[in-house]
């Protein structure tokens, strides 16, 4: 129960209650409710300095969370950067010498973007700064693999071209290489028919009578006949490119004119007519219309096996065609 105060009443020698005046207890009443609001504000302001609202715990979390997640971010953008940079030197310095084609720009590769307002629009926040960063990181990363892609695309083109090129070439020897050499591209003193000294545009190769002579790249049959100028049976093949190779002294023609034929194809057998002291192969190849020494289109290096495995994958390569 409360508590209640007496007091002595001395003209009638009586304890009395005391009461308090409405006044008093209103007064009261506003110091007990000013106290107690105190009270609570100090606490409160204690407890949110030492732990926070619950509202603020929770959006502290979710910019902790979102840090986080950029981090990540920008350490995956920061390895798709390292997998441009790795195919961008894939394309420099492996595809573009192998196909002959030039450089890229540097101006080209990283064109700038914007101005420096770009990015306004992120202005205002409190981690403004790092999601510019993160934006310009990504419109660069998007600038170089469109200009990736592009380079691709042209490196694609120019792969099929280079291909055809590579197919027509007369890259290989005509006939086994386990035969040996005869008289190259050069001048000889005395021509062994003839007695006179005379230039030999192509290369001898000391085959026997019969041997098997294949197309030494793709192309057209452009001569496939006699000729009396010295060559005997002979053939004549169109590889495109300004280059075309001529195979003398045959004696028997396996192909007809404007037949188009790929490399290890066989087009006769080796033979003496023509102007000729015996067996052997006449190779020349001109160029643009001018003899240029043939030995510089082909590797003799190789094995009767390997030269014979060679020549067995290009016909059935041919056959597949």
Known sequence: MRKRKYFLDLNDLQYKQVRLSLEKKLLRLVLWFAGTIAIAVFYSTLFHNFFGSPKEALLSQQVGNLKLQYSLANRNMDNSLKSINSLRMSDEIRY????????????YRNPGFGGVDRFVDLDGYYNSVMMKNERTKIEEMKNMLSVQGESFTTIKERTSEWKYEMDHLPAISPVDPKFPLGDGFKYREVHPVLGIGRMHYGQDIEVPYGTRVYATGDGKVVEAGFNSGGFGNYVIIDHGFG???????????????????????????????????????????????????????????????????????????????
Do not use: C, W
């Open 96 to 107: 573009r010498p192998i196909l002959e084609m030039e450089s890229l720009p540097e101006s």
């Open 243 to 321: 280059l075309q190779s001529i195979y003398g002294h045959l004696s028997k023609i396996e192909v007809p004119k404007d037949l188009n034929v790929k490399r290890g194809d066989l087009i006769g057998l080796s033979g003496s007519t023509g102007s000729s002291t015996g067996p052997h192969l006449h190779y020349q190849i001109n160029k643009y219309g001018q003899p240029t020494s043939a030995i510089n289109f082909f590797n003799n290096d190789i094995t009767q096996e390997e030269f014979n495995e060679m020549i067995q994958a290009f016909q059935s390569k041919s056959k597949l065609r």
